[in-house]
């Protein structure tokens, strides 16, 4: 049996404030000592990975070069074994028990610190059965610096820890003091089902915090292959968004699987992407339903968005996508699948890129 304590790094004296040095950059990092490292980084404009910051999703992890962290943690189901005999740890679980070498590669993204507000929710729509639009008012003006992709946290009073949300518009498109997320209700999540309950108080106060992620556009000419299913939508329609602020250069397909023709949602706004895109460039947009009655009236894509994407996509027009970037967004098994497609296809793993939509049930 994978006995942790055997790795005396983990279990370092308390956590104290301490200076965390970043290899190969060569920059240091100041970590409270109530600070995880991911957080410190952050804080302090550093680019470094992340796509959640609750150790879920494996991409905040760097390796202890020297010295000592200490877990907030038992990250070892996201790890694997062999990463832990190499001292590979999790920034955002782990705290500093002295100052530390950390080698992890970092971005290029000069980042604005993450800003905490309090906001009450404006306005609510159902777009389906169980994903609703939710704009957030800010009681001051905030700065919407995020770029399109990324996502912030939303708490509430009594809740364990905050839930994290992906911006559904480009960031230049939403009113002062307005943010705006697509939110599926989770079954036994505290959160949602306080937001989805009727009877909520309408004046309780939510706490907004970010931007956070590293889910956005980068810049390159070759075409994108967008993947995006259920409340997934919402990063990838905020980029989109921004390449048509932007004029973007560049050819897209973007594939959006749902189950059934009632669960497709925001169809005109994307509609209007296409419309407004670089007119030299091309813009497709496919819908694909799994599971959609065989006696409907759909005339559109059916199965399942990879599958539909290989064979009616990709065969069919002899497309070589090799050196094309992928963005994927939504459950995790159907981002597992499109990621291990896109490899398959020839993409590089480093040019796809993607933000795994986990829920909190029970939490």
């Given at each position: 049996m994978f006995n942790m304590y055997k790795y005396l790094w983990f279990y370092g004296t308390k956590p104290v404030d301490s200076t965390a040095t970043?290899?190969?950059?060569?920059k240091e990092v100041f970590v409270k000592q109530n600070q995880s490292v991911l957080s410190a980084a952050l804080e302090q404009g550093l680019d470094w990975p992340h796509d959640c910051k609750f150790g879920t999703c494996g991409s905040c992890k760097c390796k202890l070069i020297k010295g000592k962290v200490?877990?907030?943690?038992?990250?070892?189901?996201?790890?694997?074994k062999e990463e832990l005999d190499n001292d590979i740890f999790l920034a955002c679980q782990s705290r500093l028990t002295m100052d530390s070498i950390i080698e992890v590669e970092l971005g290029d993204l000069i980042r604005v610190p993450p800003k905490t507000c309090n906001a009450e929710i404006k306005s609510t729509e159902m777009l389906t059965s169980d994903i609703m639009k939710v704009v957030i008012e800010t009681e001051k003006e905030v700065e919407h610096s995020a770029l399109a992709g990324m996502w912030a946290e939303l708490s509430i009073e009594g809740l364990d820890r905050p839930r994290s949300y992906s911006f559904a518009n480009a960031p230049k498109n939403e009113n002062p003091k307005e943010f705006t997320f697509f939110i599926r209700e989770v079954p036994g999540g505290k959160f949602t089902e306080w937001l989805f309950n009727k009877d909520r108080d309408k004046k309780q106060c939510v706490t907004l915090n970010g931007p956070f992620g590293s889910f956005y556009l980068r810049e390159k000419a070759t075409p994108i292959v967008c993947i995006a299913g259920g409340s997934g939508l919402a990063p990838i329609k905020s980029i989109l968004e921004g390449g048509v602020l932007d004029q973007a250069k560049r050819d897209v397909i973007f594939l959006f699987g749902a189950r059934t023709q009632d669960d497709l949602y925001c169809v005109k706004e994307l509609e209007s992407i296409k419309e407004n895109w670089n007119k030299d460039y091309k813009f497709d947009f496919i819908p694909v339903l799994n599971m959609e009655p065989e006696d409907s009236d759909w005339k559109g894509g059916r199965g399942f968005v990879t599958d539909y994407f290989e064979e009616q996509v990709v065969k069919k027009n002899n497309l070589n996508i090799s050196d094309w970037q992928g963005y994927l967004c939504g459950p995790p098994p159907m981002v597992d699948a499109a990621t291990e497609l896109l490899e398959k296809?020839?993409?590089?793993?480093?040019?796809?890129?993607?933000?795994?939509?986990?829920?909190a049930s029970n939490l």
């Amino acid at each position: 049996m994978f006995n942790m304590y055997k790795y005396l790094w983990f279990y370092g004296t308390k956590p104290v404030d301490s200076t965390a040095t970043i290899l190969p950059s060569n920059k240091e990092v100041f970590v409270k000592q109530n600070q995880s490292v991911l957080s410190a980084a952050l804080e302090q404009g550093l680019d470094w990975p992340h796509d959640c910051k609750f150790g879920t999703c494996g991409s905040c992890k760097c390796k202890l070069i020297k010295g000592k962290v200490k877990p907030t943690s038992d990250y070892s189901y996201t790890l694997s074994k062999e990463e832990l005999d190499n001292d590979i740890f999790l920034a955002c679980q782990s705290r500093l028990t002295m100052d530390s070498i950390i080698e992890v590669e970092l971005g290029d993204l000069i980042r604005v610190p993450p800003k905490t507000c309090n906001a009450e929710i404006k306005s609510t729509e159902m777009l389906t059965s169980d994903i609703m639009k939710v704009v957030i008012e800010t009681e001051k003006e905030v700065e919407h610096s995020a770029l399109a992709g990324m996502w912030a946290e939303l708490s509430i009073e009594g809740l364990d820890r905050p839930r994290s949300y992906s911006f559904a518009n480009a960031p230049k498109n939403e009113n002062p003091k307005e943010f705006t997320f697509f939110i599926r209700e989770v079954p036994g999540g505290k959160f949602t089902e306080w937001l989805f309950n009727k009877d909520r108080d309408k004046k309780q106060c939510v706490t907004l915090n970010g931007p956070f992620g590293s889910f956005y556009l980068r810049e390159k000419a070759t075409p994108i292959v967008c993947i995006a299913g259920g409340s997934g939508l919402a990063p990838i329609k905020s980029i989109l968004e921004g390449g048509v602020l932007d004029q973007a250069k560049r050819d897209v397909i973007f594939l959006f699987g749902a189950r059934t023709q009632d669960d497709l949602y925001c169809v005109k706004e994307l509609e209007s992407i296409k419309e407004n895109w670089n007119k030299d460039y091309k813009f497709d947009f496919i819908p694909v339903l799994n599971m959609e009655p065989e006696d409907s009236d759909w005339k559109g894509g059916r199965g399942f968005v990879t599958d539909y994407f290989e064979e009616q996509v990709v065969k069919k027009n002899n497309l070589n996508i090799s050196d094309w970037q992928g963005y994927l967004c939504g459950p995790p098994p159907m981002v597992d699948a499109a990621t291990e497609l896109l490899e398959k296809l020839g993409i590089n793993k480093d040019e796809i890129f993607y933000d795994k939509f986990t829920d909190a049930s029970n939490l």
